[in-house]
T-cell receptor, first 115, second 116 residues
Framework: AQKVTQAQTEISVVEKEDVTLDCVYE???????LFWYKQPPSGELVFLIR??????QNEISGRYSWNFQKSTSSFNFTITASQVVDSAVYFC????????????FGKGTMLLVSP | EAGVAQSPRYKIIEKRQSVAFWCNPI?????LYWYQQILGQGPKLLIQ????????DSQLPKDRFSAERLKGVDSTLKIQPAKLEDSAVYLC??????????????FGQGTRLTVV
């Protein structure tokens, strides 16, 4: 069975601080996808990134960066120089690489960035 | 490109009443999902359609929940009768395909259901 654990329920930071959101996953599959979604107060889940299990390269997109480590089954997300608009709930998710790939979500981490 | 449309945005009903939610996926997306998100938790899949056929409804409480996707486009999710524990946000999502690189799911804004 697949499982995603986001141990941090809530994180509060002050604007311009860096913050890392942790994600640990469990799966018996050797091939899989990992995702991060952002859920602002409006409720819609916004896709941020997808990585497949073959690609352990870290990725940077503007102020966002992701660190994928298969050895520790972790896919952590860092926001550099956080902004108030980053305040949201962030979900890490996992799916199989092929077949009917439904998403298994973690419980989410609420990030609150104050001015 | 228009996103996934859901209605209504909010619904308040009394327990034992019925309720229905509607979803219009992104045009051309063959796969449609309904997720239930209880407050403080991550979304949980209720049912997945591939075109108009069900491919996974293992977590759908079939004694009270039903869903259909006629003609492989729009979908409705119904709860009858509702219980207090059904209070949640119901999210619809769609993707081009059920697996592989085209399985990226796009989500609607959800319907927030409150059962009193």
């Amino acid at each position: 069975a697949q499982k995603v654990t986001q141990a941090q329920t809530e994180i509060s930071v002050v604007e311009k601080e860096d913050v890392t959101l942790d994600c640990v996953y469990e799966t018996r599959d050797t091939t899989y996808y990992l995702f991060w979604y952002k859920q602002p107060p409006s409720g819609e889940l916004v896709f941020l990134i997808r990585r497949n299990s073959f690609d352990e390269q870290n990725e940077i997109s503007g102020r966002y960066s992701w660190n994928f480590q298969k050895s520790t089954s972790s896919f952590n997300f860092t926001i550099t120089a956080s902004q108030v608009v980053d305040s949201a709930v962030y979900f890490c998710a996992l799916s199989e690489l092929v077949g009917y790939s439904t998403l298994t979500f973690g419980k989410g981490t609420m990030l609150l960035v104050s001015p | 490109e228009a996103g996934v449309a859901q209605s209504p945005r909010y619904k308040i009903i009394e327990k034992r009443q019925s309720v229905a939610f509607w979803c219009n996926p992104i045009s051309g997306h063959a796969t449609l999902y309904w997720y239930q998100q209880i407050l403080g938790q991550g979304p949980k899949l209720l049912i997945q359609f591939q075109n108009n056929g069900v491919v996974d409804d293992s977590q759908l409480p079939k004694d009270r929940f039903s869903a259909e996707r006629l003609k492989g486009v729009d979908s409705t999710l119904k709860i009858q009768p509702a219980k207090l524990e059904d209070s949640a946000v119901y999210l619809c999502a769609s993707s081009l395909a059920p697996g592989g690189s085209r399985a990226e799911a796009f989500f609607g804004q959800g319907t927030r259901l409150t059962v009193v």
